[in-house]
């Protein structure tokens, strides 16, 4: 894109330069923890969030309660516990894991206990055999709805770009240690289309209900970069 | 924009994923006002997912990389409300409304909010299908100047057809405001070395969302 003057993005670098300067924008995306360290007051980034929802909030284009019902929404209600009970019970009910590998948006919908799900889920089973493991090269894509927003290192810089090339070192660093005959799927999020992992049902688990399974499936094991807890890690 | 920063997968030199122990779903309270400012303004159809992708790409790479996730989004909110001319740079910095413009007709309320789906990007096939499951097939070697969703690793490489995932919006039709043109969506599976060379893990398969204009029958 070319840049010319007038057209709003030259301010916009402007804007950018400044938070940079400021110390505003940080040198990893990890690295939250100073954000508002170096204000005395209300940090740029804080001040531009603020004039932003306020210009746009004067100008009829949101409304403020429906932000708050957002951010409540994914606090509370839209998580990986949606996830963990879908897993829980594709591994309790075999016509319920067929359905979902065949259409997991009409499978998940189909549960009721879970918020809903819009377009494209689909749902991938690792086996002995194979390992599968999901992310996002070329931005973020990840199935909010039941797994909730990615963590910060979901969207990093070194998980995008390793997770294609070095999977089982990546898998190493999260210690998760496959045999070197299984498999490593990974897929890339390149489409509009999202993915989750139905981990294995770890061993010893036989005869519980879908409550106590659930508390055994975390969201790393949906992405892929975890397994399942033992029954001795949730004792 | 293509060849740009955003394009990672593969590269070099970004050091070990750092997982965070009991990490927020928000570090702060900025980072959740940008998030929801940006799903309240989807559905207002102001402007398409892949427009949304296409901006924060846009932005200088020493930025992309060195801004936090929110704040690449905060940047490319604020772009397209500039080139939209809902609001001018003038009224971002002075943190008001300094002139009235058109309304729109409806926002999302708190009411909207209580089912956060996603809408659908399937589309009615203008023709049918052009590769089956099991067909081997090329990926393109296409350099764009504008937005595209076939990532640099997986171009000129030749993978097979897994499955038809339906007719979806083409992004890179619909990021250069040239309508959404509707395309077959396949998952296309590489061996790991055809992608990264003899010497990488044999053990290892990658596979991507390939839009069908991006391929070629074998």
């Known amino acids: ?235 | 924009m293509t060849n740009s920063i955003h394009d990672m997968g593969g590269m070099h030199g970004f050091g070990p994923v750092e997982e965070e122990e009991n990490e927020p779903v928000f570090h702060t309270a900025w980072e959740s006002r940008v998030y929801a400012m940006n799903r309240a303004m989807g559905p207002l159809r102001l402007w398409t997912i892949d427009e949304g992708r296409a901006a924060q790409e846009a932005l200088p790479p020493s930025v992309y990389v060195s801004a936090s996730y929110y704040q690449r989004w905060l940047l490319g909110l604020e772009r397209r409300i500039q080139e939209r001319g809902i609001a001018g740079a003038d009224e971002l910095e002075a943190g008001r409304s300094l002139r009235s413009g058109e309304r729109p007709n409806r926002i999302f309320t708190p009411a909207d909010a209580e089912e956060l789906t996603r809408g659908s990007f399937e589309r009615d096939a203008p023709a049918p299908p052009r590769f089956s499951a099991g067909d081997h097939v090329r990926t393109l070697n296409i350099n764009p100047q504008t937005h595209t969703r076939l990532p640099r690793y997986a171009r000129d490489k030749v993978g097979k057809i897994e499955a038809i995932r339906g007719c979806h919006v083409y992004p890179d039709s619909v990021a250069n405001g040239a309508g959404e043109d509707p395309q077959w969506l396949y998952t296309v599976v590489f061996p790991g070395q055809v992608l990264w060379g003899e010497d990488s893990d044999q053990s290892v398969k990658i596979s991507i969302e390939a839009f069908e204009p991006y391929l070629i029958k074998e």
């Open chain 1, 1 to 235: 894109m070319q840049l010319k003057a007038g057209s709003g993005i030259c301010e916009n670098f402007h804007y950018v330069s400044n938070l940079i300067e400021s110390g505003t924008i940080m040198t990893s995306d990890g690295d939250h923890s100073h954000d508002h360290t170096h204000a005395s007051e209300l940090s740029d980034v804080q001040v531009r969030v603020r004039s932003l929802e306020t210009v746009l909030s004067e100008k009829g284009y949101i409304d403020p309660a429906a932000l708050d019902a957002i951010v409540e929404g994914y606090e509370t209600r839209i998580g990986p516990h949606n996830g963990a009970k879908v897993v829980a019970r594709a591994w309790s009910d075999p016509a319920f894991r067929v359905a979902l590998l065949e259409d997991a948006t009409a499978a998940v919908n189909d549960m009721g206990n879970v918020s809903p799900v819009g377009s494209h889920l689909i749902a991938i089973e690792n086996t002995p055999a194979q390992h599968h493991m999901v992310v996002c090269t070329l931005c973020s894509c990840y199935p909010w709805e039941v797994l909730g927003l990615p963590p910060t290192w979901y969207k990093s810089a070194p998980y995008r770009s390793r997770a294609v090339i070095e999977p089982r070192k990546v898998l190493s660093e999260f210690g998760v240690t496959l045999s070197e005959k299984t498999e490593i799927r990974v897929w890339d999020s390149t489409a509009e289309t999202r993915f989750m992992v139905v981990p294995m049902r770890p061993a010893g688990t036989e005869g519980w209900n879908e409550v106590k399974l659930a508390a055994l499936v975390t969201r790393n094991s949906m992405v892929g970069t975890g397994l399942a807890l033992k029954p001795e890690d949730v004792a």
